[in-house]
């Protein structure tokens, strides 16, 4: 009964798709470069789709789950699955191994290794739904692996990335699987002797409570959130605390930020995607601010500090655009204001030194 899935899921691997989808009564359909092509196979049956579902150790009438799948071969696929308009659906990603590396991915190498580096603290990697975050993170835990001799605990949910083998020791684990929340996990991994703890996401103050406290009692968490960048990273951080426990929030993090690395994938002239990018390392002014809640002085400090190593969204995308690879549309699109993009092309603003 399952041959099918495993056809579908040979094709997709053969194609390089991103996404397997499958809607009982319809053909299965794979996401390709961006776009979703219906493959030339039957329609899915429930019977098929229930056979799937067992396999993950669901109940397709328990409702939505995110889960995850082993096909014969060894790949490992994310699961979601969930209903439209009374059908039963479900969505398939290849859990893909880390193959890129800090440089390949255009990150800053000697930044990310300085972060990683460290023996406690918080690093944050923001950015929309899509825009690569945990790619990012695979790639500077793996070179962590790589190079030093430490136990990697992450909680995720899902697990996106088969982390590699070297050094370290790694145990990656799954919301819903391993653990049952990311707070939880977060208390469970510090009786794990772990050196390093990704966070897959902050969620809620739970969450942003249990991963201060783990940088204060020694350990280097790394993390995500949705922020657009860098200084509304800090005011969504803060805004998961009560109002009444912000002041001691705005402490711990004013202590424990290493930095921030926020970025966007948008088109780009070759037809594939253009990582942009807005990073900051926490220095004395900026712990300053944090403290005192002055939150407003971070996006002029990021464009005045760029010779210190700092970076801009607007310079990110103006160099993209001067070395040819993204177009101006794009570039004027990713600024929040399109002015911005036009005073540095007329050499007006910073970004002409």
């Known amino acids: 009964m399952l041959e099918k899935f495993n056809q579908v899921c040979a094709v997709a ?7 397997i989808f499958l809607q009982v009564g319809s053909p299965p359909s794979i996401r390709v470069s961006g776009e979703v092509l ?17 396999l993950c150790g669901h109940n397709l009438e328990s409702g939505d789950a995110d ?26 990603r290849l859990l893909k191994q880390v193959t890129q590396t800090i440089s390949e991915l255009g990150l800053p190498e000697e930044r990310m290794h300085n972060w990683f580096n460290r023996r406690s603290g918080l690093v944050l990697v923001t950015g929309a739904t899509g825009s690569g975050k945990s790619t990012s993170l695979a790639s500077c ?3 962590v692996i790589q190079n030093s001799n430490k136990h990697i605990v992450t909680i995720e949910d899902p697990v996106e990335y088969i982390l590699g083998t070297g050094k370290s020791i790694v145990s990656q684990r799954e919301v819903g699987c391993d653990t049952t929340s990311f707070d939880a996990g977060l208390r469970s991994a510090l009786r794990q002797s772990p050196d390093v ?8 103050k739970e969450t942003a409570k249990a991963a201060l406290h783990a940088c204060e009692t020694g350990h280097l968490v790394v993390s995500t ?30 202590k424990q930020l290493i930095g921030i690395l926020s970025q966007k994938l948008v088109p780009s002239t070759n037809g594939g995607m253009q990582l942009l990018l807005e990073h900051l390392e926490s220095v004395g002014v900026v712990r300053k601010w944090i403290q005192e809640g002055e939150m407003h002085q971070i996006s002029d400090f990021i464009k005045e500090s760029e010779n210190n190593g700092n970076l801009s969204y607007l310079s990110s995308v103006f160099e993209a655009y001067k070395a040819n690879l993204i177009s101006e549309e ?22 002409s030194r």
């Open 13 to 19: 691997l053969e194609n390089k798709a991103e996404d």
């Open 38 to 54: 219906e493959l030339e196979a039957d329609p899915i049956q429930l019977d098929e789709m229930s056979a799937l579902a067992k």
């Open 67 to 92: 889960l995850s799948w082993e096909s014969p071969e060894g790949m490992r696929y994310r699961v979601n699955f969930y209903s439209s308009m009374g059908r039963r659906c479900a969505v398939l």
């Open 141 to 143: 835990l793996n070179w």
């Open 197 to 204: 703890i990704l966070v897959g996401e902050i969620r809620d």
């Open 225 to 254: 959130l949705h922020s657009s960048n860098v200084a509304e990273t800090f005011n969504r951080m803060l805004l998961l605390f009560p109002e009444g426990d912000r002041a001691s929030a705005r402490s711990v993090l004013s």
């Open 330 to 351: 794009t570039a004027k699109s990713s600024c929040t204001d399109p002015n911005d993009f036009n005073r540095i092309k007329l050499g007006l603003s910073h970004g």
